[in-house]
């Protein structure tokens, strides 16, 4: 039972399979001057229209990344940087990725950045309100991801684009969780910047990438060559590039069946766990959510404990967030979300994804309440 699809997903057999003629025999570098260098280069570009034509952007206004992290770099400390004289004001949310979360404290304690970080309500939702309120005189950027990570909440982003664009500040999505499951269409967001990492829908791991809408200025995070346009020096990974198109374009194709299917998978899920387990509540929006993500709160387990015993028992999940699994720190989001008061609770989050079936559902709701009752002893 596979049940961490938000920490990393299964490569899909499509995605697979344009990525192999990439990979094996004589591959040329895009940058050269020869047939084989040719055909990477048609490769790359055919791969970035098809991701920009599944997000609604131009093919231009694609770069290619290592992921989700570097895109999130990327974009936040490019356009601080390139943007220095419209202010240092920046505002974010108290449930972001540490990607974004990181990356903009770091800049804070550098001195090149003013953060306002806006809190969240019970089930993660930023305020659109509240967001109002933060604007200054001197906000440059605001970033909000469209879907937790940890529980699955969807934000109010076009709400928020909106605004943003009214005001003219800049505004930024971590889509990672989002894309490939849900719409994403930059317009309708109104994002300015958008990041995708290929591995959160059934691409390989390791490739991602920016959205970086015509006229927004960024400055490129790795220097050297003019791959990229100059947005991203270094070799390009045609490979991961393809495979994560054919992977967004897969998705893309029958996402209203698959969104349909996973989410009423985890209504089962939802409503056997709640039923079966006393003690124990559902983390997260219950319906502006992800439709295979599902968290939970287990009241007097230890989030070790649970996680070893259901592995033992075939059925692997996370305790909210693979980034700070290992760490004993409690996850900011629950804590921002107000539900960790000290007590001693175990988070668990059960992320749904293509190849999730029916019958490994039915086995979670068999082994999982069993075993949170051995662990209460
Ligand atoms: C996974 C994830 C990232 C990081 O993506 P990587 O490709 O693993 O670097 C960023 N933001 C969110 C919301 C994520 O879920």
Request: with cysteine; net charge neutral; proline share 4%.
């Given at each position: 039972?596979?049940?961490?699809n938000?920490?990393t997903t299964?490569l899909?057999r499509?995605?697979l399979?344009?990525?192999?003629?990439?990979?094996?025999?004589?591959?040329g570098n895009p940058s050269s001057?020869h047939s084989?260098a040719r055909?990477?280069?048609k490769a790359?570009?055919r791969?970035?229209g098809?991701v920009?034509?599944?997000?609604g952007a131009d093919?231009?206004?694609?770069?290619?990344?290592?992921?989700?992290?570097?895109g999130?770099n990327y974009?936040?400390r490019?356009?601080?940087?390139a943007n220095?004289?419209r202010g240092?004001?920046v505002?974010?949310s108290?449930?972001?990725?540490p990607?974004v979360l990181n990356t903009?404290?770091a800049?804070?304690?550098?001195?090149?950045?003013?953060?306002t970080?806006l809190p969240v309500d019970g089930?993660?939702?930023?305020?659109v309100?509240d967001?109002?309120?933060?604007?200054?005189?001197d906000?440059?950027l605001v970033?909000v991801?469209?879907?937790n990570?940890?529980?699955?909440?969807?934000q109010?982003i076009s709400s928020?684009?909106?605004?943003c664009?009214?005001r003219?500040v800049l505004f930024?999505v971590?889509?990672?969780?989002?894309?490939g499951?849900l719409?994403?269409?930059?317009?309708?967001l109104?994002a300015d910047?958008l990041?995708l990492?290929?591995h959160?829908?059934?691409?390989p791991?390791?490739?991602?990438a920016a959205?970086?809408r015509?006229?927004t200025?960024?400055?490129?995070l790795?220097t050297?060559?003019?791959?990229?346009k100059?947005?991203?020096?270094?070799?390009e990974?045609?490979a991961?590039?393809?495979?994560?198109?054919?992977?967004l374009?897969?998705?893309t194709e029958d996402?209203e069946q698959?969104?349909?299917?996973l989410q009423?998978?985890s209504e089962?899920?939802?409503?056997?766990?709640?039923?079966?387990?006393?003690?124990c509540?559902?983390t997260?929006?219950r319906m502006?959510?992800?439709?295979?993500?599902v968290s939970f709160l287990?009241e007097g387990v230890?989030?070790?404990?649970l996680?070893?015993?259901?592995?033992?028992?075939?059925?692997a999940a996370s305790?909210?967030?693979?980034?700070?699994?290992?760490?004993?720190?409690?996850s900011?989001?629950?804590?921002?979300?107000?539900?960790?008061?000290?007590?001693?609770c175990?988070p668990?989050r059960?992320?749904?994804?293509?190849?999730?079936?029916?019958?490994?559902?039915d086995?979670?709701l068999?082994?999982?309440?069993?075993?949170?009752?051995?662990?209460?002893?």
């Amino acid at each position: 039972m596979y049940l961490d699809n938000a920490a990393t997903t299964r490569l899909s057999r499509r995605a697979l399979a344009a990525m192999l003629p990439l990979m094996e025999g004589e591959q040329g570098n895009p940058s050269s001057l020869h047939s084989y260098a040719r055909e990477a280069r048609k490769a790359l570009e055919r791969a970035r229209g098809q991701v920009a034509q599944c997000i609604g952007a131009d093919e231009g206004e694609i770069v290619f990344t290592s992921g989700g992290s570097e895109g999130n770099n990327y974009l936040l400390r490019g356009a601080i940087e390139a943007n220095r004289d419209r202010g240092s004001h920046v505002i974010t949310s108290a449930v972001e990725h540490p990607s974004v979360l990181n990356t903009l404290r770091a800049l804070e304690k550098q001195g090149r950045i003013q953060l306002t970080v806006l809190p969240v309500d019970g089930y993660g939702r930023v305020s659109v309100v509240d967001l109002f309120a933060a604007l200054r005189p001197d906000t440059v950027l605001v970033s909000v991801m469209l879907a937790n990570n940890e529980v699955g909440t969807l934000q109010p982003i076009s709400s928020i684009g909106n605004l943003c664009r009214e005001r003219g500040v800049l505004f930024h999505v971590d889509a990672v969780q989002g894309a490939g499951h849900l719409p994403v269409d930059v317009q309708a967001l109104r994002a300015d910047m958008l990041t995708l990492s290929a591995h959160k829908f059934h691409g390989p791991r390791g490739v991602g990438a920016a959205y970086v809408r015509k006229g927004t200025q960024v400055v490129p995070l790795i220097t050297g060559g003019e791959q990229e346009k100059r947005r991203r020096a270094g070799t390009e990974n045609v490979a991961g590039a393809v495979g994560m198109a054919e992977a967004l374009m897969e998705q893309t194709e029958d996402m209203e069946q698959e969104k349909e299917r996973l989410q009423s998978l985890s209504e089962q899920l939802i409503g056997g766990i709640l039923s079966t387990v006393p003690d124990c509540q559902l983390t997260g929006h219950r319906m502006e959510r992800l439709p295979g993500v599902v968290s939970f709160l287990f009241e007097g387990v230890s989030p070790d404990e649970l996680l070893a015993l259901l592995d033992m028992q075939g059925m692997a999940a996370s305790a909210g967030s693979a980034c700070t699994a290992g760490s004993n720190e409690p996850s900011h989001v629950l804590q921002a979300m107000g539900l960790l008061n000290g007590r001693r609770c175990a988070p668990l989050r059960l992320s749904l994804g293509r190849y999730t079936k029916a019958e490994e559902i039915d086995r979670v709701l068999d082994v999982l309440p069993k075993t949170v009752a051995r662990l209460r002893g």
